[in-house]
């Protein structure tokens, strides 16, 4: 096949047999398979069918390189990738995927779903960012027919069929070419098979998928594959055509395999059949006919539109939760005869099929699409009440956003569906003797909200919406009602700081305006204000809405404010950070008598790129909340005031009530941990001794020689950095704190020479940036022991050297590293601080800088808590001018082996910046631009010696060396 994707030539593999007796040694081998050809095409599917144990999933792993095969040959896009190791394997692996049998245990029960399927997107640097993290997974559950809210479960609380969506989600993730997908309906009920089947074909055509379909089951092959493959005892025994092999099987094991399969219904597909238009339309006249209406029936469209909600008939979108399902409850309560229950995915609907009297009739459907919108008209023909409440909310601002996709999918959900239901449903309910939409807005379709701007401007054409759609149904009997609520406590508004309604109240107040025929309502104390203000000063509710945009930029950081509720009564403020991932350990911050200003906020920040959830919670609440004070004088004095009356005793029982608040965080998984600074180094120390947290870590230990009785109480690991010259914490202080201490287990201290109070906060006077780095190297290595999180450093660094080095893929390197890093070649200082700076250098100066033959030999290796000392010979032929390493000098032709030293800082799972050292005199000898003679350098023996410590010593000594000759040692 000339345009096959993937091709297997001769595949033979041997595995260990584990049913074989070995008490000692090695397992011996067995065939499993034997010589097996396959080829799959782009686009293609192709269907690997046989009965258990014939070679299927083995082969499978194989063609994704899961397995290594014994001999033959696999190539992917023309490459052989039959035996290539993983560092090299692992760029191709994001266009090769795998999805697994069994759905349940391939999906980490510990983690939830939006957490897994964001893991292989941050893995290959795909998207960095926590929104468009959020994004991307909300509309991978979307292509897989799951909604955004799927993010926050966990494995075991789906169905079978909706695992195996994610496990598909997780596969087409990276955007794969070629996709093995394993026996992933056995498992399944027939009616979710079925649905997981269309979903498959469906991506298949839409993305432009290979695929190998594995199953034992030639009906499910016969349903979805073009060509396949017959597998038995580990060979190929007949491939061909999908319809040739079941019109015409060649062997007689395809013939029984075929026979096998269960006699198809006499009339296939009558279930999924939509009846026409004009069955319908007799559906409606059989309806009328024997309908006993409660009340006479009147002539003019105002009393026609007048309805009772016992007996109608009703269709809700959106009813797998919130609002929507308390319509559905609702409806029934007040005696609807019959409701149609519409979600994306029926299998989240958690109605039985009557509540009371009341029929309950799950009803798969995506506004967003018409196909599915015209066959939810044909199915519900009978409807005589609609619900709009499908709706999406990214909490997006309008101009944040780097691209649109999350303002489209809201405007394509809350105006564009809408629009479409009501297109669909208008004349159906005007058919049916006349009847009511309800379109549930928001306030925020009358004025923007900043931090929800795009959400507001969709809501916003839908109410315009609405009041043409009114217009024109009016005089058919259908009455339009406009729900414009506040704040509604459900998953959509879950980041609202403010009050919110209970969905229930919202859903009653509707149904109620219907019945006295309403045309717009605004349920609730925040609507209400907001439509009264809006009619008297609607310029003067805008500015509240701009100063409310000013207030959440009073954050320096990029975190957000959360609420701690105070064991003796009241709440107060903390400030937030959490990492890329969404969770991970907790790390409570304790701040200085400047309140949480932006250098707390700072550290927070940074801390949560390490992988820690970050609270700073406001210990000055009980006099003052929210300060936020600088290093002037000004503020100097204020934040002395603060201090004066400060209660320590209470601040750390906040401080407790805080690390409860955090324990309790969905997004804290694993254990608590505090640091502090300044007066938090005091608040450190204490709840070190006093609460229940797991490690903490204090810098300056300002007044801690005073509580010193408390020493053994602590029973967590404890580190302490102290300043030599700090006046606040002077010699004697830190002398009887390091005494009271140093017998403690777990306990580290560390004084930093010639440093003052402060040396690690940026823009103070003392800051030293050296010292500064150490203590946080040390920090990180104490909370790294006891929190975690542990990151593989080595195959970080692994990968971001593959890419510089082997792909030549600028963007998969800069993908390795944080958002703002920085590369100083010490020698040379070439390199690059910032994202734009180092993209530049990497892309005109650096990547394909270096010569063809350019390779690495790795000498040693040390790795600590966030960096990397790696030592190594770097080995070239000068065939091109290399910018960052001798910019300038034409190319000699030499070649080169020179002694390499990187000092890589990492943050969190990114590197952050390289130090790089090598010995530019060596090389400038081995390239015959320095002259040795007469001067202490040497070239290519530099490296030389670097692995054979055995080559002479001293010899560049030029006779120092026999001076000593002879001298006692």
Same mark, same amino acid.
């Given at each position: 096949?000339?345009?096959?994707?993937?091709?297997?030539?001769?595949?033979?593999? @041997?595995?260990?047999?584990?049913?074989?007796?070995?008490?000692?040694?090695?397992?011996?081998?067995?065939?499993?398979?034997?010589?097996?050809?396959?080829?799959?095409?782009?686009?293609? +599917?192709?269907?690997?069918?046989?009965?258990?144990?014939?070679?299927?999933?083995?082969?499978?792993?194989?063609?994704?390189?899961?397995?290594?095969?014994?001999?033959?040959? &696999?190539?992917?896009?023309?490459?052989?990738?039959?035996?290539?190791?993983?560092?090299?394997?692992?760029?191709?692996?994001?266009?090769?995927?795998? &999805?697994?049998?069994?759905?349940?245990?391939?999906?980490?029960?510990?983690?939830?779903?939006?957490?897994?399927?964001?893991?292989?997107?941050?893995?290959?640097?795909?998207?960095?960012?926590?929104?468009?993290?959020?994004?991307?997974?909300?509309?991978?559950?979307?292509?897989?027919?799951?909604?955004?809210?799927?993010?926050?479960?966990?494995?075991?609380?789906?169905?079978?069929?909706?695992?195996?969506?994610?496990?598909?989600?997780?596969?087409?993730?990276?955007?794969?070419?070629?996709?093995?997908?394993?026996?992933?309906?056995?498992?399944?009920?027939?009616? +979710?098979?079925?649905?997981?089947?269309?979903?498959?074909?469906?991506?298949?055509?839409?993305?432009?998928?290979?695929?190998?379909?594995?199953?034992?089951?030639?009906?499910?092959?016969?349903?979805?594959?073009?060509?396949?493959?017959?597998?038995?005892?580990?060979? #190929?025994?007949?491939?061909?055509?999908?319809?040739?092999?079941?019109?015409?099987?060649?062997?007689? *094991?395809?013939?029984?395999?075929?026979?096998?399969?269960?006699?198809? =219904?006499?009339?296939?597909?009558?279930?999924?059949?939509?009846?026409?238009?004009?069955?319908?339309? @007799?559906?409606?006249?059989?309806?009328?006919?024997?309908?006993?209406?409660?009340?006479?029936?009147?002539?003019?469209?105002?009393?026609?539109?007048?309805?009772?909600?016992?007996?109608?008939?009703?269709?809700?979108?959106?009813?797998?939760?919130?609002?929507?399902?308390?319509?559905?409850?609702?409806?029934?309560?007040?005696?609807?005869?019959?409701?149609?229950?519409?979600?994306?995915?029926?299998?989240?609907?958690?109605?039985?099929?009557?509540?009371?009297?009341?029929?309950?009739?799950?009803?798969?459907?995506?506004?967003?699409?018409?196909?599915?919108?015209?066959?939810?008209?044909?199915?519900?023909?009978?409807?005589?009440?609609?619900?709009?409440?499908?709706?999406?909310?990214?909490?997006?601002?309008?101009? @944040?956003?780097?691209?649109?996709?999350?303002?489209?999918?809201?405007?394509?959900?809350?105006?564009?569906?809408?629009?479409?239901?009501?297109?669909?449903?208008?004349?159906?309910?005007?058919?049916?003797?006349?009847?009511?939409?309800?379109?549930?807005?928001?306030?925020?379709?009358?004025?923007?909200?900043?931090?929800?701007?795009?959400?507001?401007?969709?809501?916003?054409?839908? *109410?315009?919406?609405?009041?043409?759609?009114?217009?024109?149904?009016?005089?058919?009997?259908?009455?339009?009602?406009?729900?414009?609520?506040?704040?509604?406590?459900?998953?959509?508004?879950?980041?609202?700081?403010?009050?919110?309604?209970?969905?229930?109240?919202?859903?009653?107040?509707?149904?109620?305006?219907?019945?006295?025929?309403?045309?717009?309502?605004?349920?609730?104390?925040?609507?209400?204000?907001?439509?009264?203000?809006?009619?008297?000063?609607?310029?003067?509710?805008?500015?509240?809405?701009?100063?409310?945009?000013?207030?959440?930029?009073?954050?320096?950081?990029?975190?957000?404010?959360?609420?701690?509720?105070?064991?003796?009564?009241?709440?107060?403020?903390?400030?937030?950070?959490?990492?890329?991932?969404?969770?991970?350990?907790?790390?409570?911050?304790?701040?200085?008598?400047?309140?949480?200003?932006?250098?707390?906020?700072?550290?927070?920040?940074?801390?949560?790129?390490?992988?820690?959830?970050?609270?700073?919670?406001?210990?000055?609440?009980?006099?003052?909340?929210?300060?936020?004070?600088?290093?002037?004088?000004?503020?100097?004095?204020?934040?002395?005031?603060?201090?004066?009356?400060?209660?320590?005793?209470?601040?750390?029982? =906040? #401080?407790?009530?805080?690390?409860?608040?955090?324990?309790?965080? =969905?997004?804290?998984?694993?254990?608590?941990?505090? &640091?502090?600074?300044?007066?938090?180094?005091?608040?450190?120390?204490?709840?070190?001794?006093?609460?229940?947290?797991?490690?903490? #870590?204090?810098?300056?230990?300002?007044?801690?020689?005073? *509580?010193?009785?408390?020493?053994?109480?602590?029973?967590?690991?404890? +580190?302490?950095?102290?300043?030599?010259?700090?006046?606040?914490?002077?010699?004697?202080?830190?002398?009887?704190?390091?005494?009271?201490?140093?017998?403690?287990?777990?306990?580290?201290?560390?004084?930093?020479?010639?440093?003052?109070?402060?040396?690690?906060?940026?823009?103070?006077?003392?800051?030293?940036?050296?010292?500064?780095?150490?203590?946080?190297?040390? +920090?990180?290595?104490?909370?790294?022991?006891?929190?975690?999180?542990?990151?593989?450093?080595?195959?970080?660094?692994?990968?971001?050297? *593959?890419?510089?080095?082997?792909?030549?893929?600028?963007?998969?390197?800069?993908?390795?590293?944080?958002?703002?890093?920085?590369?100083?070649?010490?020698?040379?200082?070439?390199?690059?601080?910032?994202?734009?700076?180092?993209?530049?250098?990497?892309?005109?100066?650096?990547?394909?800088?270096?010569?063809?033959?350019?390779?690495?030999?790795?000498?040693?290796?040390?790795?600590?808590?966030?960096?990397?000392?790696?030592?190594?010979?770097?080995?070239?032929?000068?065939?091109?001018?290399?910018?960052?390493?001798?910019?300038?000098?034409?190319?000699?032709?030499?070649?080169?082996?020179?002694?390499?030293?990187?000092?890589?800082?990492?943050?969190?799972?990114?590197?952050?910046?390289?130090?790089?050292?090598?010995?530019?005199?060596?090389?400038?000898?081995?390239?015959?631009?320095? @002259?040795?003679?007469?001067?202490?350098?040497?070239?290519?023996?530099?490296?030389?010696?670097?692995?054979?410590?055995?080559?002479?010593?001293?010899?560049?000594?030029?006779?120092?060396?026999?001076?000593?000759?002879?001298?006692?040692?």
């Amino acid at each position: 096949m000339a345009n096959a994707l993937l091709l297997a030539e001769d595949v033979r593999l @041997d595995l260990p047999d584990m049913n074989a007796p070995v008490l000692f040694g090695v397992r011996p081998l067995t065939r499993i398979l034997r010589g097996v050809d396959f080829q799959v095409a782009r686009g293609e +599917t192709v269907g690997i069918v046989g009965e258990s144990g014939s070679g299927k999933t083995s082969l499978g792993r194989c063609l994704v390189r899961l397995h290594e095969p014994t001999d033959g040959i &696999i190539r992917f896009d023309g490459s052989d990738i039959t035996h290539v190791i993983e560092p090299v394997l692992r760029p191709i692996r994001r266009r090769m995927q795998m &999805i697994f049998q069994d759905p349940q245990s391939s999906l980490n029960p510990r983690n939830k779903i939006g957490t897994i399927l964001a893991r292989p997107l941050k893995f290959y640097g795909i998207v960095r960012r926590r929104e468009h993290i959020i994004q991307r997974v909300a509309r991978l559950l979307g292509q897989v027919g799951l909604a955004p809210e799927f993010a926050d479960r966990y494995p075991h609380e789906l169905s079978g069929g909706q695992r195996q969506r994610v496990g598909i989600a997780r596969a087409i993730a990276l955007e794969p070419e070629f996709v093995v997908a394993d026996e992933i309906v056995s498992g399944l009920d027939v009616s +979710t098979q079925a649905q997981i089947l269309d979903l498959l074909y469906d991506l298949n055509h839409k993305l432009g998928l290979a695929m190998a379909f594995i199953s034992h089951d030639l009906s499910v092959i016969r349903h979805i594959c073009d060509r396949v493959y017959v597998m038995r005892d580990g060979e #190929v025994v007949e491939a061909g055509a999908c319809d040739a092999l079941f019109e015409a099987p060649k062997s007689q *094991y395809t013939r029984d395999l075929i026979d096998a399969i269960p006699l198809p =219904d006499p009339d296939p597909g009558w279930l999924d059949r939509q009846p026409s238009d004009a069955a319908i339309e @007799d559906q409606r006249t059989e309806a009328n006919a024997v309908r006993k209406p409660e009340t006479p029936t009147k002539t003019n469209n105002e009393e026609k539109t007048k309805m009772s909600i016992s007996g109608a008939i009703a269709l809700v979108t959106g009813a797998n939760r919130g609002v929507g399902k308390c319509f559905v409850e609702e409806l029934a309560r007040k005696g609807a005869k019959k409701i149609y229950a519409a979600s994306r995915n029926v299998d989240n609907l958690t109605f039985t099929s009557f509540i009371g009297e009341t029929e309950i009739v799950p009803l798969e459907l995506d506004v967003t699409k018409e196909d599915q919108v015209s066959a939810a008209r044909r199915r519900a023909g009978d409807v005589t009440l609609l619900v709009n409440n499908a709706g999406v909310n990214h909490m997006g601002r309008l101009m @944040d956003a780097s691209d649109t996709e999350a303002a489209r999918t809201e405007m394509d959900t809350n105006y564009f569906g809408l629009l479409s239901m009501c297109r669909a449903f208008g004349p159906v309910i005007a058919a049916n003797g006349g009847g009511n939409i309800v379109n549930m807005l928001s306030i925020l379709g009358r004025v923007n909200l900043p931090a929800m701007g795009s959400l507001s401007a969709s809501k916003a054409a839908a *109410y315009n919406a609405t009041q043409g759609i009114r217009a024109e149904l009016m005089n058919k009997g259908v009455h339009v009602l406009a729900v414009l609520p506040g704040a509604i406590d459900t998953d959509m508004s879950k980041d609202f700081p403010g009050d919110k309604m209970p969905p229930g109240e919202v859903t009653k107040a509707a149904l109620d305006a219907l019945e006295t025929k309403e045309w717009e309502i605004y349920p609730g104390d925040m609507a209400n204000g907001l439509q009264e203000a809006l009619s008297l000063d609607p310029l003067g509710v805008q500015q509240q809405m701009v100063e409310s945009l000013e207030t959440e930029e009073a954050l320096s950081g990029k975190g957000e404010m959360m609420t701690v509720t105070a064991a003796d009564g009241g709440t107060f403020q903390a400030y937030i950070a959490k990492p890329e991932t969404g969770s991970g350990p907790g790390l409570v911050l304790l701040q200085e008598i400047f309140g949480i200003n932006d250098y707390m906020q700072s550290m927070a920040d940074y801390f949560a790129e390490e992988g820690y959830v970050a609270i700073v919670p406001d210990l000055f609440w009980r006099m003052e909340p929210g300060v936020n004070l600088g290093y002037e004088e000004e503020d100097m004095q204020k934040a002395f005031g603060f201090y004066q009356n400060f209660d320590v005793d209470q601040a750390i029982k =906040d #401080v407790q009530d805080t690390i409860n608040t955090a324990r309790g965080l =969905d997004e804290v998984k694993g254990k608590v941990g505090a &640091i502090g600074y300044c007066l938090g180094g005091l608040l450190a120390y204490l709840t070190a001794a006093r609460t229940d947290v797991d490690v903490s #870590v204090g810098y300056y230990a300002v007044g801690v020689e005073k *509580y010193l009785d408390e020493a053994d109480r602590i029973k967590c690991p404890l +580190t302490l950095h102290f300043a030599e010259e700090d006046k606040f914490c002077p010699a004697d202080a830190r002398e009887s704190i390091i005494k009271a201490l140093e017998g403690q287990p777990d306990t580290a201290l560390f004084t930093y020479a010639g440093q003052d109070h402060a040396f690690a906060t940026p823009g103070r006077d003392h800051y030293d940036k050296p010292s500064t780095m150490m203590a946080y190297s040390r +920090t990180l290595a104490t909370l790294r022991k006891v929190l975690g999180p542990i990151y593989n450093l080595e195959q970080l660094w692994d990968m971001h050297c *593959y890419h510089e080095f082997a792909t030549r893929n600028v963007d998969d390197t800069m993908a390795t590293m944080v958002d703002e890093p920085y590369v100083n070649h010490i020698p040379t200082m070439t390199g690059g601080v910032g994202h734009d700076h180092l993209k530049r250098f990497y892309k005109y100066h650096f990547v394909d800088s270096n010569p063809d033959d350019t390779k690495l030999i790795p000498i040693s290796r040390t790795i600590g808590a966030d960096r990397l000392v790696d030592e190594m010979i770097f080995c070239f032929t000068h065939s091109r001018e290399i910018d960052w390493m001798l910019p300038g000098i034409a190319p000699t032709g030499k070649y080169v082996e020179v002694p390499l030293v990187a000092i890589v800082n990492f943050r969190g799972d990114k590197l952050y910046h390289e130090h790089i050292y090598w010995d530019q005199s060596s090389v400038l000898v081995q390239i015959g631009k320095l @002259d040795p003679e007469g001067l202490p350098v040497a070239g290519s023996a530099t490296a030389k010696k670097l692995i054979d410590e055995t080559r002479p010593s001293n010899e560049l000594m030029a006779g120092l060396w026999e001076k000593s000759e002879g001298k006692p040692i």
